[in-house]
């Protein structure tokens, strides 16, 4: 081979190279990311661990609901006498929860009753849980997706 066709091998040998690796990053790349839909977490500070369920067992779309929110402290002890402030809406709309839903009750063992939740439209919402305990201050904001 002359020195000419062993440049154009191998320059071929290298195109073909960085396409290989461009197919592999962009095969493996995580899809466009969603917002993380845990429903158990810490809190923001790490003060609580914090986990939200639908009392009813499921969300429904334009109804007054309530769900329990588990407030413990990272070590595992259930968290009493939180005051419990709720927030939230649909951050792609930029509106807020259509009532103000309140804690309620509690209900033993870090459980807490929140209710006059009501999600008024399919999409992104967030629930913003702001406590307030011996343990500190901090906050949660949970997503959801209807
Ligand atoms: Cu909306």
Do not use: C
């Not at 690796?21 to 158990?40: K, N």
């Not at 005051?83 to 009750?105: D, K, R, V, W, Y």
């Amino acid at each position: 081979m002359t020195s000419t066709w062993r440049m154009v091998v191998g320059g071929i040998g290298l195109v073909a190279l960085a396409v290989g690796f461009l197919a592999i990053v962009y095969l493996t790349a995580p899809a466009a990311p969603g917002p993380d839909l845990a429903r158990s977490k810490n809190s923001a500070k790490g003060v609580f661990s914090v986990e939200i369920a639908p009392e009813a067992g499921d969300i429904r779309q334009g109804e007054l609901h309530s769900w329990v929110v588990t407030v413990k402290t990272r070590q595992g002890a259930p968290v009493e006498d939180a005051t419990i402030t709720i927030g939230g809406g649909m951050p792609e709309h930029a509106h807020g929860l259509p009532t103000s839903p309140q804690a309620t009750a509690y209900l033993g063992d870090g459980r807490y009753r929140i209710e006059g939740v009501k999600f008024s439209m399919g999409g992104w919402w967030q629930l913003k849980l702001a406590i307030e305990a011996a343990a500190g201050t901090d906050e949660a904001t949970f997503n959801l997706v209807l």
